[in-house]
């Protein structure tokens, strides 16, 4: 999808505070199953009690990265390959442990997955169709959106928001296709962020 993904807008007090502390077919039918084993952990992932962290780098190439598993949620995020690569720090909580605004239009999060991108770059527009986010917290057949901000110095980059139904996996409901979020996007420096995912389609646009 060929389409500029970022709106640049001064950022706020409060979304500097918060972001710079962290170093058409029918849907199926709603499933009532829960997953009583959480998503394997990723590789190299350290737990804490508020957090969960990985330490990565963005591939070239189309690719996936691991969620860091924490409170049964977990699973892979697709992404467009860079034009750069660049290490990212990921750290999954379903609190707000860094004061982020609410980015959804009703209701709470359910999973913060924070960003720290250490240096800027470009995603491409290419995204594999594989994987997911999971959690046994997630029910299949229904509707999540995902909304996201990165902020880089004074400027706070908004991903346009995009909703996906979930599917049933072995360790709760999945949603695919959340990394379409980073397509055709640029990261313009180091800058922190987060990934918010809310119940309620919320959003019109479809991951």
Do not use: W
């Not at 467009?80 to 990212?88: F, Q």
């Amino acid at each position: 999808m060929n389409r500029s993904r970022f709106a640049f807008i001064f950022a706020s007090a409060l979304t500097l505070a918060g972001c710079g502390q962290f170093v058409g077919s029918t849907p199926p039918p709603v499933a009532t199953v829960r997953s009583e084993t959480a998503p394997p952990q990723c590789k190299n992932q350290h737990t804490r009690p508020k957090y969960a962290q990985i330490r990565l780098k963005l591939k070239t190439r189309a690719n996936s990265f691991c969620v860091p598993e924490f409170h049964g949620f977990g699973g892979t995020i697709e992404y467009p390959g860079v034009e750069r690569r660049v290490e990212l720090v990921l750290r999954s909580s379903t609190k707000n442990i860094y004061d982020e605004p609410l980015l959804g239009y009703s209701g709470a999060p359910i999973f913060y997955l924070n960003l720290h991108f250490l240096a800027g770059t470009h995603f491409g527009t290419k995204l594999k169709s594989a994987g997911g986010f999971t959690g046994a917290n997630i029910q299949a057949g229904q509707p999540y959106a995902a909304f996201g901000i990165v902020t880089v110095g004074h400027l706070v980059l908004r991903f346009p928001p995009c909703y996906a139904v979930a599917t049933q996996g072995p360790y709760g409901g999945v949603l695919p296709g959340l990394g379409e979020l980073f397509s055709d996007t640029t990261i313009t420096g180091a800058g922190y962020g987060v990934i918010e995912i809310y119940p309620g389609m919320q959003v019109s646009q479809e991951c």
